[in-house]
């Protein structure tokens, strides 16, 4: 019983100190704040602003003026327990403070506890649902079951503390699994990490981006935040590894990052995706040749941003991911848009801007071509092609526009032509060009069609006189054959030489080109002569 008593005795002293340690350390604290903002403006004005220094001096006297009546307010209200004990105790001769300690120490943690609910509900209700009231209440349950549960400040130090300790470091290792990392080993990106999902907890964190996988998809805000507040908090930007991020913060470009996990600060936000592998795009534009015919163009266009390294030197220079980049080519694309955009207007992106280059360069080329050299190049030398000269004249317009901008042009060209149709519509003027350009090619065609039927014709007469040869000999060879076995033989023998060699020639004719009739006739006739010599005998 003894050692229980002095437990109980060391265990309130201990209270007792702790309730006057938390009293006046609360106090000091209070009115000590505005010295320290005051003093750490001073620093930061002289070390960085030395010519702005007075000024901002002044500023921060004023500022200091308005956060020391806050102090004093919240001064009062820290010491309104015994204030009011002092009241309500006036004309004793004295004050009972050892009495009451305990009590305003659980009056002081229930004031905080619901200046923590105000807070957690001021800045977290807008972005966080109801994970602000389950985080405030937790942690409020959590500190009064220490407080009146384990006697005071024991509970609070061996419960609620280690209570709260192992609860944050749950969210540190869930921050490893759950958010994504560029580089899972390094501690100061472990800890951002943590402090996204621990402001995700209390619904005051930033926005956390996820940009899609394809050239042309938008930025995808997975989890809303406002990036306005001045919160230790760092946002999040997910990128893959052929991805480079331009962040802006309002309307001043800030920096370049990527690939990978990007953390934003206040006011940041992602502004463009480069997407660093080989680009494809294709549109269709209308064009007047130089004849006055209208007609649409598809245009199609490969382009990347150049790398200006090759891997090896990428990696030395500690870049990240498998595609190389220069953040100076970046910069240079970057600048042929801009950040900000009228009311009304959309923002030009960089792949965008590339295709507008390429089809005023096809628009520039086709306009001074007729409506046949788009067939037929004017040097028609052997194995040319109009498309591959055209192609090869708006890569040359373009290209170097391209390179002054930080972007290499693999190729441009014209693919497909598309005149109007019949419910498209068309000017006088163009119509006739166009009946006039048809006319023309049709009487192309004609004649080439009907030198090819001259042709037809000829192999024909040919192919007729090379039969009638074949026969000949055919026969000719029979009958010298016959003459040198027996001068003597009857002439059915030549005749059977020339059926034999007239068969001969149909069975290697196609069947498809022989009518039935005349095959079945010609198979009938060895016996139909045989019969008839029969009958002469």
Known sequence: MAILEMINEVLKAANNLLDFVFFWGGLLLVLGYPVYFFANGIYISRAKLKDLAGAIIGDLMSQMFILFILACVAAVIWCSPELLLLYFSRGKEIFPWAEWIGVFTFVRWGGLSLLLFAAAYTFGHENGEKRWMYSAGGHITVLFTGLIFFNRWGGLLFFSIPVLVAYYCSLYNMAIILLPASNPEDSTERRKRFVILAAYAWGIQFPMIVVGGHAWAKLETRIPGDASQDYPVPGLVWTRSHQVVAITGGTKFKQLDGPGVIFTGKGERPFQVFDLRLQARTNEIEVVSKDGISFKARVATAFRLDPAWDGETYKKMGGRGSFPFSYRRIRATLGVTSTKAATGDHLIYWDQWVLNVVEDAARKVLSQKNLDELWRPVKDEKFANALDKIADEI?????????????????????????????????????????????????????????????????????????????????????????????????YVIAMRFLNALQDFVHQQPTDRIPEELQSHLRDLPEQFFRNQGKEK
Request: aromatic share 6%.
């Open 395 to 491: 890569k040359a317009n373009a290209s170097l526009t391209m390179q002054s901008a930080g972007i290499l042009l693999a190729s441009a060209r014209v693919v497909n032509f598309r005149f109007p149709g019949e419910q498209d519509q068309v000017d006088d003027i163009s119509k006739q060009q166009i009946t006039t350009w048809s006319s023309e090619w049709e009487g192309k065609s004609s004649n080439i069609l009907a030198e090819a039927q001259a042709e037809s014709e000829y192999a024909q007469q040919e192919a007729r006189a090379y039969a009638q040869s074949v026969m000949l000999n055919a026969i000719a060879d029979g009958l010298q054959q016959t003459q040198e076995i027996d001068p003597n033989l009857p002439r």
